[in-house]
């Protein structure tokens, strides 16, 4: 698991994130499961002031086979981290890369 960090020019403002990718030290697939949080500062165009300030998750992901305490569990322990557009799935069905 390692830092990354990107910087996003959108319009009139630069976002600058810097995430990592955490997961269960459980290798047992009933109990698997892993997220994506990120510090998120949003500047202006100019990168001289700074306008927004979030840190949260992404994205939750399971294994198919987790179970449905478990997956209870984590999301209403992550509930208030999670940001609006967090996406909820299960590994097979997840777009996102391997680390």
């Known amino acids: 698991m390692v830092w990354e ?7 009139d403002k630069t976002i600058i994130s810097h ?8 290798k ?8 994506l949080w990120e510090l998120r500062l949003v500047f202006n165009k100019e990168m001289t002031q700074l306008q927004e300030l ?16 478990v997956r209870e569990k984590v999301e ?3 509930e ?3 940001f609006e557009d967090c996406v909820v799935s299960d590994l097979e ?3 996102s890369e391997e680390e």
């Open 5 to 11: 960090i990107a910087v996003i020019l959108d319009g």
């Open 93 to 95: 069905d997840s777009s």
């Open 76 to 78: 209403s322990t992550l």
């Open 54 to 69: 979030k840190m949260g998750i992404n994205d939750i992901e399971f294994n198919p086979n987790t179970i449905s305490s």
């Open 28 to 35: 047992n697939s009933e109990e698997y499961f892993r997220f």
């Open 80 to 82: 208030s981290l999670k």
């Open 19 to 26: 995430y990592r990718r955490q997961e269960t030290t459980s």
